[in-house]
T-cell receptor, first 111, second 115 residues
Framework: GDSVTQMEGPVTLSEEAFLTINCTYTATGYPSLFWYVQYPGEGLQLLLKATKADDKGSNKGFEATYRKETTSFHLEKGSVQVSDSAVYFCARGGSNYKLTFGKGTLLTVNP | GAGVSQSPRYKVAKRGQDVALRCDPISGHVSLFWYQQALGQGPEFLTYFQNEAQLDKSGLPSDRFFAERPEGSVSTLKIQRTQQEDSAVYLC?????????????FGNGTRLTVT
């Protein structure tokens, strides 16, 4: 079935460090791919998405490129801030409504 | 309201009790979803409504779980005879249309603890 595997955390970085969180997905069909973020005490929010191969999603300095050849959608940010501390979830869309999530990666950014 | 609202925020139930969890989606959103998030895991799909019709309930873990959305707006997830393995955060999400390009808006969830 559909699945998403993402890098296990926790990840701890210093402010202004480079961030990569790896995510791979099962290649069945032509899924849309998403990154969601959950800040402390808040609900899941869509961070970015890509709907077809080679698309790049971007938002708030974060980027992820839909790589069909490696079935990957890695999340990157060039310079993290303390306010980026959160749990990040990679997800794929299966049928046109159902999302399959990875287990989440806790990111802590220290000043 | 501005976002998806869920109540209660926290619920503690003794094993064997019935619970009801409420979701108020964003006004006008056609699609509504319930997800279950166990500790340290990602959300897992439970069920999906389009207006009042429950189109997919394949993720409900047992027949103790029941969801409804009778007027196509507010939804209730009911769990009968709760068990300890039901302890999780239950997330509700809504979207305007439900297609692959229609983003999901999540509520803050209800944390259920079964003792």
């Amino acid at each position: 079935g559909d699945s998403v595997t993402q890098m296990e955390g926790p990840v701890t970085l210093s402010e202004e460090a480079f961030l990569t969180i790896n995510c791979t997905y099962t290649a069945t069909g032509y899924p849309s791919l998403f990154w969601y973020v959950q800040y402390p005490g808040e609900g899941l929010q869509l961070l970015l998405k890509a709907t077809k191969a080679d698309d790049k999603g971007s938002n708030k300095g974060f980027e992820a490129t839909y790589r069909k050849e490696t079935t990957s959608f890695h999340l990157e940010k060039g310079s993290v801030q303390v306010s980026d501390s959160a749990v990040y979830f990679c997800a794929r869309g299966g049928s046109n409504y159902k999302l399959t999530f990875g287990k989440g990666t806790l990111l802590t950014v220290n000043p | 309201g501005a976002g998806v609202s869920q109540s209660p925020r926290y619920k503690v139930a003794k094993r064997g009790q019935d619970v009801a969890l409420r979701c108020d989606p964003i006004s006008g959103h056609v699609s509504l979803f319930w997800y279950q998030q166990a500790l340290g895991q990602g959300p897992e799909f439970l069920t999906y409504f389009q207006n009042e019709a429950q189109l997919d309930k394949s993720g409900l873990p047992s027949d103790r779980f029941f969801a409804e959305r009778p007027e196509g707006s507010v939804s209730t997830l009911k769990i009968q005879r709760t068990q300890q393995e039901d302890s999780a955060v239950y997330l509700c999400a809504s979207s305007l249309a439900g297609g692959r390009d229609s983003p999901l808006h999540f509520g803050n969830g209800t944390r259920l603890t079964v003792t």
